[in-house]
């Protein structure tokens, strides 16, 4: 069975950083992409970074509103996703999703919130 | 841009569901549907326009190709009612659309 587990989420202040991990299990973890997707309070789904699987030399891509300020890694000796999220804005205030594939999001874990707030 | 229509469908169990997706370009196949139920995570339904995802009962179908594409629900279950979101993998960025509430009437 496929278990995507986030951590690290919480109440911050503006400006501030913040890191997530997402634990993975159930499947061969370096052989897929791995995608961080979040939502704000009430809205939809916006999608936030992707790296790809290790066949793909661990490229990244990022969302235009995070770009410069998150970096999304990997540590397959661990099976863990991480976003590392500086320079916090109120607008990042969500819930962070990790999804397992680039593309298409076959398995999603249950979401961290982070709180951006002064 | 991902355009989903209508913002909310309101139908009864048992009736049949048609759900939108409009891409602002062409996004070819690469087009995926996902169910959201208050409080949990998105499940995927269909990737790559028609193909059902793992476990997905066989009322669930897409189509479509280019800009214009469907998820139809063929008999509403009482499990069904929630928020549908397309989304395109053609290019980066990845995008969602706005997303279409299916209510029980």
């Known amino acids: 069975e496929v278990q995507l587990l986030e951590s690290g989420g919480g109440l911050v202040q503006p400006g501030e950083s913040l890191r997530l991990s997402c634990t993975a299990s159930?499947?061969?973890?370096?052989?897929?992409?791995m995608t961080w997707v979040r939502q704000a309070p009430g809205q939809g789904l916006e999608w936030v970074s992707t790296?790809?699987?290790?066949?793909?030399?661990?490229?990244?891509y990022y969302a235009d509103s995070v770009k410069g300020r998150f970096t999304i890694s990997r540590d397959n000796s661990k099976n863990t996703l991480y976003l590392q999220m500086n320079s916090l804005r109120a607008e990042d205030t969500a819930i962070y999703y990790c999804?397992?594939?680039?593309?298409?999001?076959?398995?999603w874990g249950q979401g961290t919130l982070v709180t951006v707030s002064s | 841009v991902l355009t989903q229509s209508p913002a909310t469908l309101s139908l009864s169990p048992g009736e049949r569901a048609t759900l939108s997706c409009r891409a602002s370009?062409?996004?070819?196949?690469?087009l995926a549907w996902y169910q959201q139920k208050p409080g949990q995570a998105p499940r995927l339904l269909i990737y790559?326009?028609?193909n059902r995802g793992t476990g997905i009962p066989a009322r669930f179908s897409g189509s479509g190709s280019g800009t214009d594409f469907t998820l139809s629900i063929s008999s509403l279950e009482p499990e069904d009612f929630g928020v549908y979101y397309c989304?395109?993998?053609?290019?980066?960025?990845?995008?969602f659309g706005g997303g279409t509430k299916v209510e029980i009437k």
């Open positions: 989304q395109q993998r053609n290019n980066w960025p990845l995008t």
């Open positions: 790559d326009t028609s």
């Open positions: 159930g499947f061969t973890f370096n052989n897929f992409a």
């Open positions: 999804a397992k594939r680039g593309g298409y999001h076959d398995e």
């Open positions: 370009q062409s996004v070819s196949t690469y």
């Open positions: 790296i790809s699987d290790s066949g793909g030399g661990g490229s990244t």
